[in-house]
């Protein structure tokens, strides 16, 4: 398994929940990490990513200031801090892994642009 998510759960609006997402190998510093979300009915939608090495972050609008991603290089993991979180952000949570050398291109948001994805993180956010 090239990627495991963990830390999904059940959460009152207002709460918080921090995801993590172990690699199973050291990635090299060129590498994107991501997070996506589905909610059913719905594509997969784009919600934070970090450059391995520079550590440069990217944030959709929607969980700007809310949602942090961060990594350790030693646990070669990447986690989501997310807080204040809403209803709305009830979904399934992926990462994903661009292998592909990543420089800081405009699509980091892209679906398409990851080459390896985990198996998904059930975040239920009640009213």
């Known amino acids: 398994v090239q990627l495991q998510a963990s830390g999904g759960g059940l959460v009152q609006a207002g709460g918080s929940l921090r995801l993590s997402c172990a690699a199973a190998?050291?990635?090299?510093?060129?590498?994107?990490m991501g997070w996506f979300r589905q909610a059913p009915g719905t594509e997969r939608e784009f919600v934070a990513a970090?450059?391995?090495?520079?550590?440069?972050?990217y944030y959709a609008d929607s969980v700007k200031g809310r949602f942090t991603i961060s990594r350790d290089y030693a646990k070669n993991t990447v986690y989501l801090q997310m807080n204040s979180l809403k209803p709305e952000d009830t979904a399934v949570y992926y990462c994903?892994?661009?292998?592909?050398?990543?420089?800081?291109?405009?699509?980091?948001?892209?679906?398409?642009?990851?080459?390896?994805w985990g198996q998904g993180t059930q975040v239920t956010v009640s009213s």
């Open positions: 190998g050291r990635p090299f510093g060129y590498y994107l």
């Open positions: 970090i450059r391995w090495g520079p550590g440069s972050t």
């Open positions: 994903a892994q661009r292998t592909r050398p990543y420089y800081g291109g405009s699509d980091y948001n892209f679906v398409s642009s990851y080459d390896y």
